[in-house]
């Protein structure tokens, strides 16, 4: 199976209120270069395949319609830029690989590709983006772009992957840099070509400015869950995050997004389905009790709220309690609308359902379907489980607590993945690359043609 390891650089790593925890070093290290080679150190001995880094820009103010509540429970925010810390990672570490969220509704085409090819360089290939839309009324606030509705934000999202790939894939020959000192001649401009773009949201005419990189287009990951996010995510994505409510309608899920692809003319198997989950593991049934009594206890109720109002752009505060959730969250909040219908299709869910659903946080047992919880052997049993039952490849874990959490994934829950052969020992020296390690030696380029499934303009 593949193991990627998601975390933020902020205080509160997805569980609001975890910095609390005694032993959390995610409160200060958040912003220290050490604590970052700490981490990454930790996950490359234990061989994981790839540190995830997601992020966001903006303070979140919809709950409550202020950003204050955010930044009282240090929710996704204060934050460092998690590029720079890449960056830093890249020197030392040699084999993880390391993937980063970026925004196509923040960021022109031109500089995703510029950057995403030096990080690929800097790290020899172990470089992957997340692709995200990311809601445009956050970055209309923090002066990053103009306000598009969801479905549109994707549109202009399917001509961005286009343009950056063909940026990366088209603009220049494998052979184009020659470095003929003799000659006077760094680069056979012959072998390098402009791209050129009008399309709906985008115009472009030149080359790109960076050579080939070792995969050339780093690693494509995305996370849409909403119908149309579905859909792209079969269109462009290599990895692809999902949370599945249950292994009956996590199979069902797996099952279309493979259906997409092939609809979009790629393979089923040109997907990694990574099931994202938090994890709370230890030796003992007795020891992992307490950890999730600390974890309820310490866990922010309006934090929590802070952050779901903002996922689903709804603020609970200001809808009547008896209201319809479906009708309050409307088209944009697709994915959250998707996710109450996995967790119960059969009944009507009411704001206050929501309220109580997001703010109360729940004991986590062995067969929780929404964490992994237990000791290292029932954790195992219930990972086994998810990929016989639901056809993911892997999973995209989720510490907690956020520091601790790492020490268990690397002292307890990975020896045991290993000791039944479901997770590797050491590093395969013939995939070099981030592509390989999810695709095999030899496939350090992408495994479809760009042109295949891009949105040409008219």
Not at 198 to 225: I, K, N
């Amino acid at each position: 199976m593949y193991l990627n390891v998601l975390s933020q650089c902020t205080p509160v790593p997805l569980f609001d209120g975890m910095w609390r925890d005694p032993g959390d070093r995610s409160a200060t290290g958040y912003r220290s270069l050490d604590y970052w080679t700490w981490l990454a150190g930790r996950l490359e001995a234990a061989c994981v395949d790839a540190l995830f880094l997601a992020d966001i820009h903006g303070v979140f103010d919809v709950y409550r319609n202020s950003w204050r509540p955010a930044v009282r429970h240090g929710v996704q925010v204060p934050v460092v830029d998690p590029m720079l810390v890449v960056a830093a990672l890249a020197a030392t570490t040699r084999r993880l690989g390391l993937a980063v969220t970026y925004s196509t509704s923040y960021h022109a085409p031109y500089q995703c590709a510029r950057l995403f090819s030096s990080l690929d360089h800097l790290t020899e290939g172990r470089i992957g983006w997340n692709i995200v839309i990311s809601d445009t009324r956050l970055g209309v606030r923090a002066g990053l772009c103009e306000y598009l509705p969801h479905d549109d934000r994707y549109a202009r999202a399917d001509e961005y992957v286009e343009l950056v790939r063909r940026m990366w894939e088209e603009s220049w020959s494998d052979g184009a840099v020659v470095r003929d000192a003799e000659r006077d001649v760094f680069t056979d401009d012959a072998l390098v070509r402009a791209v050129r773009h009008q399309g709906s949201y985008f115009h472009m005419d030149t080359p790109h400015s960076c050579e080939p990189s070792p995969q050339r287009t780093p690693v494509l990951y995305q996370a849409g869950a909403s119908a149309r996010g579905m859909a792209f995510a079969a269109r462009h994505a290599e990895v692809v995050f999902v949370t599945l409510a249950g292994p009956k309608t996590g199979a069902e899920q797996v099952e279309r997004l493979r259906g997409l692809a092939v609809a979009a003319g790629r393979e089923p198997d040109d997907l990694r389905i990574l099931h994202g989950t938090p994890f709370i593991v230890a030796e003992s049934a007795a020891a992992a009790r307490v950890k999730a009594d600390a974890y309820q206890e310490l866990t922010s109720t309006e934090g929590q709220l802070a952050k779901w109002c903002q996922w689903s752009r709804v603020d609970l505060d200001s809808y009547p309690q008896d209201a319809d959730a479906f009708e309050v969250i409307g088209a944009d909040g697709g994915s959250i609308t998707a996710f109450l219908s996995q967790l119960d299709g059969e009944r009507s869910w009411t704001v206050a359902d929501v309220r109580r659903l997001v703010a109360t946080p729940k004991r986590p047992h062995r067969y929780d379907r929404h964490m992994l919880f237990g000791t290292p052997a029932q954790i195992a049993d219930r990972m086994e489980e998810w990929i016989e039952r639901t056809g993911i490849d892997g999973f995209n874990l989720f510490p907690c607590p956020p520091t601790g959490g790492i020490d268990d994934l690397c002292d307890l829950l990975i020896p045991e993945l290993a000791d039944r052969g479901l997770v590797r020992r050491a590093y395969d020296p013939a995939e070099r690359t981030l592509r390989e390690r999810y695709f095999g030696a030899g496939r350090a380029r992408l495994r479809f043609d760009p042109a295949a499934t891009a949105l040409r303009p008219a």
